[in-house]
């Protein structure tokens, strides 16, 4: 099933930027899909720092925002620092001393496809979803590359946006790498953890980019 599901995807995702790496389809089997893109333009050595909330939003059903933020989202958040950390990067006190800043969102339950080259930021009007002012004085921010998604319940994404770009209100906050990861819910918390932390690490090992 995962097999056939990665096909559909990769088929509508033809035109993404020549950085997105593909997962080995024999090596599917049991773990979450996995799959990242990235801005080629991006000088990665000319970051020094990076910040990651310890909470990740929820993007459901809800008309309100909800954030999770127990030791479970911690471990997740951890999950990518020390994926950072092995890169050279040194993780920052606050967002206002970093280079990188780092998003996590959970889809939870609601299943759309989302497909926009140009709008402004992902899940545009969805309530508490990050806004460029979380980071800022920025007017917006977007991505510098083409996005193609079908999210499903059960999906995690990281979005990396370049925090010691040009600031002003009128300056786009630039998105340059994001991930996305999916797989079906297994009814066991832990298990399902692990494999979303191995999904972090995969990401990763798929852009070996991101180094300082």
């Excluded at 773990?31 to 990665?44: F, G, H, I, S």
């Excluded at 083409?146 to 009128?170: F, H, I, K, Q, R």
Aim: charged share 20%; glycine share 6%; net charge negative.
């Amino acid at each position: 099933m995962k097999k056939k599901r990665f096909i559909l995807l990769a088929a509508a995702a033809a035109a993404l930027a020549s950085c997105q790496k593909n997962p080995d389809l024999e090596a599917l089997d049991g773990e979450y899909l996995v799959y990242t893109q990235c801005d080629t333009t991006t000088e990665w050595t000319a970051h020094a720092s990076y910040f990651v909330p310890d909470s990740i939003l929820v993007i459901g059903n809800s008309e309100t925002p909800l954030y999770w933020k127990d030791g479970d989202a911690r471990k997740l958040a951890e999950t990518v620092a020390a994926r950072l950390d092995e890169r050279g990067f040194t993780r920052a006190a606050t967002k206002e001393e970093a280079d990188l800043g780092v998003q996590l969102s959970y889809v939870s339950s609601t299943r759309f496809f989302v497909s926009y080259p140009v709008t402004p930021y992902w899940w545009w009007y969805y309530p508490g979803y990050w806004d460029p002012y979380y980071w800022g004085a920025w007017g917006t921010w977007g991505y510098g590359f083409p996005v193609y998604y079908s999210y499903s319940e059960n999906s995690l994404l990281m979005e990396m946006l370049d925090l010691a770009a040009p600031t002003g209100e009128d300056e786009e906050l630039p998105v340059v790498w994001n991930a996305y990861i999916d797989g079906d819910l297994s009814g066991y918390r832990v298990f399902d953890l692990e494999r979303m932390a191995r999904g972090i690490d995969q990401a990763f090992e798929q852009s070996p980019y991101i180094q300082k």
